[in-house]
């Protein structure tokens, strides 16, 4: 069993930053890559970010790259989400996600955060 615990969400202004952690605890042997995943009202989740156990290879949604940074810990029990300059369409409530799997172009994984609220206002 793996759980997940986010922290950080909170409400910005837009231009603004805010980092989100993830701790992973239980069965965590396997649980790499690590990200985050997002949702905004009326909308599907959708993936945001990957990172490898080891850190060297990480992925972004299109929307996001160059302005969010994944990273992890040197123990790979807790990764981040640097989030920078912030707009609004990036309120959402933001999921840690551990085991990923890319099936084509898209992004699953096996365990999921209970959530963090991250809204960005105008």
């Known amino acids: 069993q793996v759980q997940l615990v986010e922290s950080g969400g909170g409400l910005v202004q837009a231009g603004g930053s805010l980092r989100l952690s993830c701790a992973a605890s239980?069965?965590?042997?396997?649980?790499?890559?690590m990200g985050w995943f997002r949702q905004a009202p009326g909308k599907e989740r959708e993936f945001v970010a990957a990172?490898?156990?080891?850190?060297?290879?990480?992925n972004y949604a299109d929307s996001v790259k160059g302005r969010f940074t994944i990273s992890s810990d040197n123990g790979k029990n807790t990764v981040y989400l640097q989030m920078n300059s912030l707009k609004p369409e990036d309120t959402a409530v933001y999921y840690c996600?551990?085991?990923?799997?890319?099936?084509?172009?898209?992004?699953?994984?096996?365990?999921w955060g209970q959530g963090t609220q991250v809204t960005v206002s105008s």
């Open positions: 996600a551990a085991s990923l799997r890319k099936y084509g172009s898209t992004w699953s994984s096996e365990y």
């Open positions: 990172i490898s156990w080891s850190g060297g290879s990480t």
């Open positions: 239980g069965r965590t042997f396997s649980i790499f890559p």
